[in-house]
């Protein structure tokens, strides 16, 4: 019988702990792209290539031309979007660039500080992370990514107890079943 027992804890050890590495590995969680709007490009905004010996405009046509993303400075959704691409490639200093400049648009959106927040923990910068999902706590309590994330900062930095607060509401707020058994995975895995 504590054979079996010490089987069955082993298994759910490793399962937390697989869980939590395909987690931390994947942050897929945290990357929201929002739906994307994707412009066809005309003749006057990309140049086609120097002809070929049997290539005509019809086959040029047909290629799938893309320009990359560009955010104008007015516009919020290619700002969101190109810091998640950021975000998405490593590239925390440029996206946490974005993600302030967001809050300019929309200084209520608990999305935004979630992603900034999460940004800046990866930046090293943990104390000012907490800060900006505090905030983003503080602006809409009932986000239930943004407790998530701010348990997931807290236990990293060892704010054991404001971790487990945290994820426990993760836990009780919100729809979503994933971040639910993630908070869940997290909390079990607390010391």
Request: glycine letters at 4%.
């Amino acid at each position: 019988m504590a054979r079996n027992f010490n089987f069955w804890i082993s298994l759910a050890a490793f399962e937390i702990v697989f869980g939590l590495a395909i987690f931390a590995v994947t942050r897929q969680y945290y990357i929201q792209e929002p739906e994307t709007v994707r412009a066809e490009p005309t003749a006057a905004s990309v140049p086609l290539p120097p002809r070929s010996n049997n290539i005509t405009e019809a086959d040029l046509a047909r290629f799938n031309l893309s320009v990359p993303s560009q955010a104008t400075p007015d516009d919020p959704a290619g700002i969101s979007r190109q810091a998640n691409e950021f975000f998405a490639s490593r590239q925390y200093e440029q996206a946490a660039d974005l993600y302030e400049k967001l809050l300019a648009y929309g200084p209520d959106n608990a999305e935004t500080y979630n992603n900034l927040g999460l940004t800046l923990h990866y930046l090293g910068r943990s104390t000012e992370a907490l800060q900006r999902l505090n905030e983003g706590v503080t602006a809409d309590p009932t986000h239930q990514r943004i407790w998530l994330t701010l348990g997931y900062v807290n236990s990293q930095v060892g704010n054991i107890e404001q971790a487990r607060s945290a994820l426990a509401n993760a836990i009780e707020i919100g729809t979503d079943d994933q971040i639910r058994k993630s908070a869940l995975e997290m909390l079990e895995s607390l010391p």
